[in-house]
């Protein structure tokens, strides 16, 4: 089982949107309504953004959302901030044998 | 608040067995609806879920590693293990436990520890 394939790096000036993109095969992603992601400061713990697709856990900020057409997930971050330059993972669920795959992580910088 | 923490070695040498354990505290490991697991990140690199248990004792490994995975489940110590055995520099990783919070539709890793870093040299 393959990585999500996901940009290394994207950029934003503060106050813009970016989105990063998750891109898997239809054993998961296209498969799965189970694509979550995570936001990872350096030397910091993975927090979890968005779950089932699109759903916000209570305290992320609704800058954030989440979406998903085909094989491929997606992760808007709107009005960007400072304190959302991080590393992020997208997640899908792969099925009862594969089970979890993650993606390859992308860098967000704010310029 | 829930809060997980691994220890274990921070150091392990070629061909021998990794052991970690995650404690759990703020919350029971017993909850039917949660599944608890570990995840690991090579240095630079992205994530590798690694398996995941549940306190009635099943448990699902990551199809390349399984035959090295051993997950277990100590409910009187609120803690779960990871064992990973001939490992090799490749395993050098840090090694998180997360709780997987689960509905009748999809789980998701929803609570994490901060990580151990655990490296494999002679």
């Known amino acids: 089982q393959s990585a999500l394939t996901q940009p290394r790096s994207v950029s934003g000036s503060p106050g813009q949107s970016v989105t990063i993109s998750c891109t898997g095969t239809s054993s998961d992603i296209g498969a799965y309504n189970y694509v979550s992601w995570y936001q990872q400061h350096p030397g910091k713990a993975p927090k979890l953004m968005i779950y089932d697709v699109s759903e916000r856990p209570s305290g992320v900020p609704d800058r954030f959302s989440g979406s998903k057409s085909g094989n491929t997930a997606s992760l808007t971050i709107s009005g960007l901030q400072a304190e959302d330059e991080a590393d992020y993972y997208c997640?899908?669920?792969?099925?009862?044998?594969?089970?979890?795959?993650f993606g390859t992580g992308t860098k967000v910088t704010v310029l | 608040q829930l809060q997980l923490q691994e220890s274990g070695p921070g150091l392990v040498k070629p061909s021998e067995t990794l052991s970690l354990t995650c404690t759990v505290s703020?919350?029971?490991?017993?909850?039917?609806?949660?599944?608890w697991g570990w995840i690991r990140q090579p240095p630079g690199k992205g994530l590798e879920w690694i398996g995941s248990?549940?306190?009635?004792?099943?448990?699902y490994h990551n199809p390349s590693l399984k035959s090295r995975v051993i997950i277990s489940v100590d409910t009187p110590k609120n803690q779960f293990s990871l064992k990973l055995s001939s490992v090799t520099a490749a395993d050098t990783a840090a090694y998180h436990c997360?709780?997987?919070?689960?509905?009748?539709?999809?789980?998701?890793?929803?609570?994490w520890g901060q990580g151990i870093q655990v490296t494999v040299s002679s």
């Open positions: 703020g919350g029971s490991i017993r909850g039917s609806s949660y599944f």
């Open positions: 997360a709780r997987l919070d689960c509905s009748d539709t999809s789980c998701f890793f929803n609570y």
């Open positions: 248990i549940h306190y009635s004792g099943a448990t």
């Open positions: 997640c899908s669920y792969a099925g009862s044998y594969i089970n979890y795959v």
